[in-house]
């Protein structure tokens, strides 16, 4: 499906397309930890460490970059509080809100899919 480029920076967006910028958004959003950050915000504002503690497998250096990714992207909110330690959450925007529906479908599609998805034997060495 293309549409017109609201920007006028091109005539049209084509996610199929080489130089669409649409290209960097699917990108982020098709990323593992992204998808899963978003899963887990859906529930309301989290700390860094319940986000880390949620994601199991997450470093600390890949949560934080794709954070700050999403926040780029105005897919989440951070939100400073003044206080000692300081306190930070994380919250989805509007936009992210509305990426997470069909974020949701693909998690929930995963989980009820991967008993009939062929997974090859490990090759022996």
Same mark, same amino acid.
């Given at each position: 499906?293309?549409? &017109? =480029? ?7 967006? $084509?996610?199929?397309?080489?130089? =669409?910028? =649409?290209? &960097? ?14 899963? %887990?915000?859906? %529930?309301?504002? +989290? ?8 994601? +199991? ?6 949560? &934080? +970059? &794709? ?9 989440? $909110? ?18 992210? +809100? ?6 949701? %479908? ?8 991967? $008993? ?10």
């Amino acid at each position: 499906m293309t549409t &017109t =480029c609201p920007s006028g920076q091109h005539s049209h967006h $084509d996610v199929y397309a080489a130089q =669409c910028p =649409c290209r &960097t958004l699917l990108d982020l959003l098709a990323n593992k930890w992204s998808a899963l950050a978003i899963g %887990a915000l859906e %529930a309301g504002p +989290q700390r860094f460490g319940e986000l880390q503690r949620k994601l +199991q497998g997450v470093s600390p250096k890949v949560l &934080t +970059q &794709t954070l700050r990714r999403l926040e780029d992207f105005g897919i989440l $909110d951070r939100t400073v509080y003044p206080a000692v330690p300081l306190h930070v959450e994380y919250s989805l925007t509007p936009l992210g +809100q509305s990426a997470a529906i069909p974020l949701n %479908a693909l998690r929930s599609w995963v989980e009820d899919n991967i $008993d009939h998805a062929y997974r090859p034997e490990p090759v022996a060495s």
